[in-house]
């Protein structure tokens, strides 16, 4: 089936969606709220269906067949994104939305792709981003992490920040500097490292939120297989830039909900919902306020979907931090919109009030998605820099050999 979308009619391929997930699918029990962190479940049932889902090629149906595809167009892997939408089954969609899985495909090395790729796309290992470090997020290319070549294998020494999911992580997504005398982006690689060993600390933080999502890692002689190289030695920023974008492009379609677990009156819009409730909703002031916001989410989803129609297989997209830019705006005017619906009732908290716990938690979670995966304003400068086509942000260190820059000798 290497070329399904040449061969296949609209109706045939949407029949055999529905009768496959007639005779497979059964509701899942509910995720624990915070479950393994980082888009990874811990739930057997949850797992098992996403292992069916990855066998009868549902999972990534873009992809290519010896890669668990079926080499579908994005129209007709759109249908089968519907079915799967109609039912409320997870697990098809991967070849846009997961992130570990389609960097692995399109960098990891012949005998470590063949391992990794079924296990992210069966979420049978959990992931993190071994990124930012104390003296280096925005400006990314600055990491002092470094990755020695020795025998067969990698040894890491430095440390990482703000790293979600690393307390439960199999693997982290490291860049570390693997060559000191070239410029900073020139002198990076991009490795899958084991996180389950002896050389690697990982210590919770904790947030803003009173939750712990993120932690410091330290790296004291950890081994990284030579295997686990994704892309050519020292050319890791490339493959960031590709694992980025799709990072980006999941934060642009949205973020968690409210917490409290108080479900809202109606299926209608949140907003609405809790404006009807507060007996608000005739307020104009109130009422135009959640219009902008919901006009703001419609046309983003719309955007985020152009982008991602232009984002292909082991390319990145600028495109990207707009919608990842407009998200970050939407949550802050949502939170805002809600305490200005609960009013003075918004300053209490706890278990007794979940609306103002609900909106003091969305308003602290906003930024999330305004400072993770590359601030607002780095946002900007991309879209400017990449899309807008004005001249580069002054860089002075672009040029120089890092061990040369201040501070690295
Ligand atoms: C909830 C959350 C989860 C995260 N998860 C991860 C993770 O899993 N893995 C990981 O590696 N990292 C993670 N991060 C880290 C995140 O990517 C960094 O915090 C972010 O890139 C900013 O880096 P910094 O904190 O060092 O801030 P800085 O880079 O020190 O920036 C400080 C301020 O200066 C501004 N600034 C800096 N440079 C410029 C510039 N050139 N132009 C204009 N303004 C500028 C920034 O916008 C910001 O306002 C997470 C962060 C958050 C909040």
């Given at each position: ?25 059964k509701?899942?029990?509910p ?126 020494n ?96 949205g ?9 809202e009156?109606?299926n ?49 997209s ?30 209490l ?15 602290l ?40 820059v201040?501070?690295?000798?």
């Open positions: 089936m290497a070329d399904g979308a040449a061969t296949l009619t609209d109706d045939a391929l949407r029949e055999e969606v529905r009768a496959w997930l007639a005779a497979n699918w509701p899942l029990p995720e624990q709220p915070g479950a393994g962190g980082a888009g990874w479940t811990t739930s057997p049932e949850r797992k098992a269906w996403l292992a069916k889902v990855v066998d009868a090629r549902w999972a990534v149906p873009r992809w290519p067949a010896e890669w668990y595809g079926r080499g579908l167009s994005d129209a007709q892997a759109r249908i089968v994104e519907r079915e799967f939408a109609k039912v409320g089954a997870p697990g098809t969609g991967q070849d846009r939305s997961n992130l570990w899985a389609n960097t692995a495909l399109a960098y990891a090395s012949p005998t470590f792709k063949p391992k990794i790729v079924p296990q992210l796309l069966k979420n049978e290992v959990g992931m993190c981003l071994l990124y930012s470090e104390p003296g280096a997020g925005s400006d990314l290319a600055g990491i002092r992490t470094r990755a020695d070549h020795v025998g067969d294998h990698y040894v890491v430095g440390s990482k920040v703000w790293t979600s999911g690393a307390a439960t992580a199999d693997y982290g997504m490291l860049i570390a500097r693997t060559d000191w005398d070239v410029p900073k982006h020139k002198g990076i690689s991009f490795f899958f490292l084991p996180m389950k060993q002896k050389g690697v600390e990982v210590r919770p933080l904790r947030q803003i939120t009173n939750e712990s999502h993120f932690n410091e890692v330290f790296f004291t002689d950890a081994i990284c297989p030579e295997e686990n190289l994704l892309g050519p030695l020292n050319a890791g920023w490339g493959v960031l830039q590709t694992a980025l974008a799709y990072e980006r492009s999941v934060m642009g379609e973020a968690r909900g409210p917490r409290s677990g108080v479900a009156a109606t209608e819009e949140p907003l609405i919902a809790l404006a009807r409730e507060a007996g608000v909703l005739g307020d104009p002031v109130i009422r135009q306020e959640i219009a902008k916001v919901i006009a703001y989410r419609r046309l983003n989803a719309l955007n985020t979907a152009r982008a991602k129609a232009d984002l292909a297989q082991g390319t990145s600028s495109i990207m931090s707009l919608g990842k830019l407009a998200m970050s705006r939407i949550l802050h005017e949502e939170a805002r919109v809600r305490t200005m619906i609960l009013g003075a009732g918004s300053l908290e706890g278990k007794d009030y979940p609306r103002a716990e609900d909106a003091n938690f969305l308003t979670n906003a930024y999330f998605t305004s400072i993770g995966g590359g601030t607002d304003q780095i946002q900007r400068n991309i879209i400017g820099e990449r899309v807008l086509g004005l001249p580069r942000e002054p860089e002075v260190d672009r040029d120089v050999p890092f061990r040369q201040r501070g690295n000798g």
